[in-house]
Nanobody, 124 residues
Framework: QVQLVESGGGLVQAGGSLRLSCAAS????????MGWFRQAPGKEREFVAA????????YYADSVKGRFTISRDMAKNTVYLQMNSLKPEDTAVYYC?????????????????WGQGTQVTVSS
């Protein structure tokens, strides 16, 4: 019943911006904490950003702090990742994740549900 669908990925030049969206098909969006992870070729899936179920608290990886912003729209059951000042090292498949329980946000095993991923490629 829980479905997550990412969109907004694509090719962008270094220094550019991109906004990813994750549409969540769930009974009650406000009960889910949401996260974004990414995986580059040959590397482990790494934490990018997360937001609590009430939207009051956010968490970021040091590598994206100050450049990326996670937010959620309760009316649209959607979480966003605004990415500014993109660097080639940001190139990866980006995944949306969700979970209703737990108190941790930084590891892949902290989330039960995952989207299919969307490719982000930063050139130069």
């Amino acid at each position: 019943q829980v479905q997550l669908v990412e969109s907004g990925g694509g090719l962008v030049q270094a220094g550019g911006s991109l906004r990813l969206s994750c549409a969540a098909s769930v009974r009650t969006f406000s009960t889910y904490r949401m996260g974004w992870f990414r995986q580059a070729p040959g590397k482990e899936r790494e934490f990018v950003a997360a937001v609590t179920s009430d939207g009051r608290t956010t968490y970021y990886a040091d590598s994206v702090k100050g450049r990326f912003t996670i937010s959620r729209d309760m009316a649209k059951n959607t979480v966003y990742l605004q990415m500014n000042s993109l660097k080639p090292e940001d190139t990866a498949v980006y995944y949306c994740a969700a979970d209703e329980s737990g108190s941790y946000y930084l590891s892949y095993d902290d989330y039960e549900y995952w989207g299919q991923g969307t490719q982000v490629t930063v050139s130069s």
